[in-house]
């Protein structure tokens, strides 16, 4: 766990005691993490664990009840525009608009980033084709499928070739080939000095993909460190069930039973249904 104190200028991102609360609810509970320059990090956890709300916070999306956090030393709230420059936070879905075509999506992404249109227009067609979308450069994204969609959020997070890519839930949709293309681009982005962060609830990928995971629950990391660390020699699905303790020995549900016609009327079942016709 990272030392108490100001956040490490030296990490891609450094958090410390990370604090939100929603209403009564704690969302993110003193969360502290040190993501270093370089590493493929998953963040890792259950539903409602917290990991949205700490990408949100430490990408300056949203202010943090409590805590810190710094983007390549760059304090997030001090200096939000600087570290915002340095990160590609992919949207979702419905935070683009659908109405501009692929190419439009991505040219309007550049040019916020201060991108001469010329150079917007050349990045997006090379993003498009990395992502196996030029014959639907020209189409709007609505009509585009769930997969096509995640891949243009994707390249719109890439446009301003940022140093610090955070992606959450990156291969959700995307089929096998556009899967493998994306986790190349990944790849290589890493081994150019670049550092991804994704949130995945695919442990096998994590497995595969990541240098670096943390398992974040009940807003808080409970475990963090490289893959093989934090596995430590199990299988990193497995170990995450450990830490998380989230399987129900007894998880039944009473009426829910393949084998026979149902009774909708959550009674047993009566004689003459049971006699009757089939
Ligand atoms: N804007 C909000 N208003 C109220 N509660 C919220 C808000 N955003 C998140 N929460 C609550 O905070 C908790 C953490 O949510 P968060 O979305 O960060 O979890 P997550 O780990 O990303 O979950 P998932 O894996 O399901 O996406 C949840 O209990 C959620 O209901």
Request: hydrophobic share 45%.
């Amino acid at each position: 766990m990272p030392a108490p104190g100001a956040p490490d200028p030296h990490m891609a991102v450094s958090m410390r005691g990370l604090f939100k609360r929603f209403d009564d609810k704690v969302a993110v509970d003193g969360l502290s993490l040190d993501i270093p320059v370089g590493s493929f990090y998953g963040l890792v956890g259950p539903n409602g664990a917290g990991k949205t709300t700490t990408i949100n916070m430490f990408t300056g999306m949203l202010v943090p009840d409590a805590g810190a956090a710094a983007i390549l030393g760059h304090d997030v709230w001090a200096d939000t525009a600087r570290a915002k420059r340095l990160i590609g936070l992919m949207p979702q879905p419905d935070q683009i608009f659908t109405t501009l075509t692929g190419m439009q999506l991505l040219v309007y992404a550049g040019m916020l980033r201060g991108m001469g249109r010329a150079e917007a227009s050349r990045r997006g067609a090379d993003l498009l084709a990395a992502f196996d979308l030029t014959d639907s450069a020209h189409v709007m994204v609505r009509d585009y499928s769930a997969g096509m969609t995640k891949k243009i959020c994707l390249a719109t997070a890439m446009i301003h070739s940022p140093r610090i890519l955070v992606l959450d839930e990156p291969f959700e949709a995307v089929d096998p080939i556009s899967s493998a293309n994306i986790k190349d681009i990944l790849a290589e982005y890493v081994a150019t000095g670049g550092t991804v962060i994704i949130s995945s609830h695919v442990m096998a990928l994590v497995e595969r993909m990541c240098t670096h995971v943390a398992v974040i629950d009940h807003g808080r990391v409970v475990a963090a460190g490289t893959v093989d660390a934090v596995a430590g020699g199990e299988d990193l699905e497995e170990r995450f069930l450990q830490l998380v303790g989230g399987r129900h020995g007894a998880a039944r549900i009473s009426w829910l039973d393949g084998g026979e016609d149902g009774d909708a009327t959550g009674g047993a079942r009566t004689a003459a249904h049971e006699g009757g016709a089939r």
